[in-house]
T-cell receptor, first 113, second 114 residues
Framework: KQEVTQIPAALSVPEGENLVLNCSFT??????LQWFRQDPGKGLTSLLLIQSSQREQTSGRLNASLDKSSGRSTLYIAASQPGDSATYLC????????????FGTGTRLTIIP | SQTIHQWPATLVQPVGSPLSLECTVEGTSNPNLYWYRQAAGRGLQLLFYSVGIGQISSEVPQNLSASRPQDRQFILSSKKLLLSDSGFYLC?????????????FGPGTRLTVT
């Protein structure tokens, strides 16, 4: 059974700092991994999708990496801003025929102005 | 561009009452559709998914059911709500076999069962 872990559960950093969020998964035979952000009381916003054959994906100040063999992904946020404050979730999909995403419980990020 | 709608945004229902939550997607055809629940202090749990009209797969046994009467419409229902059905319900879509598998979520419905 796939299990996804995100540590730490909460993180506070001063504005302007670079930061890394971590995601670990137990079954390395994944199809893809997706990073989301969730603002309080809102739905999920997709940030980045990494296919199993890729090592990393970039979008603006965000960079996500994937190391399947070690069961790890990181989300790097450069030059953090107060608007980056949110809960960040990672989710893995096992294979093409399996529609299920298994989510981590998230990291609640607070950027201190 | 694609848009996903959910309604209502919030709902307070007594135990034993019926439930109907609706989700519609615009700007795409033949999407895969999903219902998730996010309970307080817990992660997101996939409840149902559908790869086509009338095709529903259930991930967990529960008090809920889902239907897909049209290509871009997904409905979550219950005949009699339980207290444990309270939570934040999220609908999502993906591009099916023609897509990369990226899932996009709607704004959610906050359900409180009293």
């Amino acid at each position: 059974k796939q299990e996804v872990t995100q540590i730490p559960a909460a993180l506070s950093v001063p504005e302007g700092e670079n930061l890394v969020l971590n995601c670990s998964f137990t079954d390395s035979a994944i199809y893809n991994l997706q990073w989301f952000r969730q603002d309080p009381g809102k739905g999920l916003t997709s940030l980045l999708l990494i296919q199993s054959s890729q090592r990393e994906q970039t979008s603006g100040r965000l960079n996500a990496s994937l190391d399947k063999s070690s069961g790890r992904s990181t989300l790097y946020i450069a030059a953090s801003q107060p608007g980056d404050s949110a809960t960040y979730l990672c989710a893995v999909r096992l294979n093409f025929g399996n529609e299920k995403l298994t989510f981590g419980t998230g990291t609640r990020l607070t950027i201190i102005p | 561009s694609q848009t996903i709608h959910q309604w209502p945004a919030t709902l307070v229902q007594p135990v034993g009452s019926p439930l109907s939550l609706e989700c519609t997607v615009e700007g795409t055809s033949n999407p895969n559709l999903y219902w998730y629940r996010q309970a307080a202090g817990r992660g997101l749990q996939l409840l149902f998914y559908s790869v086509g009209i009338g095709q529903i797969s259930s991930e967990v046994p529960q008090n809920l059911s889902a239907s897909r009467p049209q290509d871009r419409q997904f409905i979550l229902s219950s005949k009699k709500l339980l207290l444990s059905d309270s939570g934040f319900y999220l609908c999502a879509w993906s591009g099916g076999s023609s897509g990369r598998g990226e899932q996009y979520f709607g704004p959610g419905t906050r359900l409180t069962v009293t």
